[in-house]
């Protein structure tokens, strides 16, 4: 019975671990995203911008890298739609949040949706989807921005 129960355990705690790695869950830092304009036609240049808040009482590490886009657009099934990240040589970015301190950036986007580097990058279609910002290794309270991709 013993063994049943740690196995039981071992396998929850390796389920809970595959969470998709731009939605994990940090209780302390809160990512507000803001897109400008919300509502545009695809290729119109729109600016993403993301603010992370340490909400917590401990200095928290956060990580990511001037070459991927530092936000993610999903379908309003939660499907990861985009952006295109093309390819760079990566530089990391390392940096730790006070108690309260903030870090925000703003990058822009077109629309674009996941391409490759042998085809070209396709626009996403007309319709709804959600902008959040993220962090690589690291999770946070993400609600996200909704935008309206126009015909």
Same mark, same amino acid.
């Given at each position: 019975?013993?063994?049943? $129960? *740690?196995?039981?355990?071992?396998?929850?705690?390796?389920?809970?671990?595959?969470?998709? =790695? *731009? *939605?994990?869950?940090?209780?302390?830092?809160?990512?507000?995203?803001?897109?400008? /304009?919300?509502?545009? &036609? $695809?290729? !119109?240049?729109? #600016?993403?911008?993301?603010?992370? @808040?340490?909400?917590? &009482?401990?200095?928290?590490?956060?990580?990511?890298? *001037?070459?991927?886009?530092?936000?993610?657009?999903? #379908?309003?099934?939660?499907?990861?739609?985009? =952006?295109?990240?093309?390819?760079? #040589?990566?530089?990391?970015?390392?940096? @730790?949040?006070?108690?309260?301190?903030?870090?925000?950036?703003?990058? #822009?986007?077109?629309? !674009?949706?996941?391409?490759?580097?042998?085809? =070209?990058? /396709?626009?996403?279609?007309?319709?709804?989807?959600?902008?959040?910002?993220?962090?690589?290794?690291?999770?946070? &309270?993400?609600?996200?921005?909704?935008?309206?991709?126009? /015909?």
């Amino acid at each position: 019975m013993h063994q049943r $129960a *740690t196995f039981s355990f071992a396998f929850i705690a390796i389920i809970a671990a595959c969470v998709h =790695p *731009t *939605t994990p869950f940090d209780g302390d830092l809160l990512a507000t995203t803001t897109v400008t /304009p919300a509502q545009f &036609r $695809a290729g !119109d240049n729109v #600016s993403v911008h993301v603010v992370i @808040t340490n909400t917590g &009482r401990q200095a928290h590490t956060i990580n990511g890298n *001037t070459c991927a886009r530092m936000f993610v657009v999903e #379908s309003p099934d939660g499907t990861y739609v985009g =952006p295109w990240t093309g390819v760079c #040589s990566a530089v990391a970015l390392n940096m @730790t949040l006070s108690p309260g301190a903030t870090y925000s950036w703003t990058q #822009s986007w077109t629309g !674009d949706g996941v391409g490759d580097v042998e085809k =070209p990058v /396709p626009f996403l279609p007309p319709g709804i989807y959600f902008v959040r910002g993220r962090m690589i290794g690291r999770g946070s &309270r993400n609600p996200g921005a909704t935008v309206n991709i126009t /015909p």
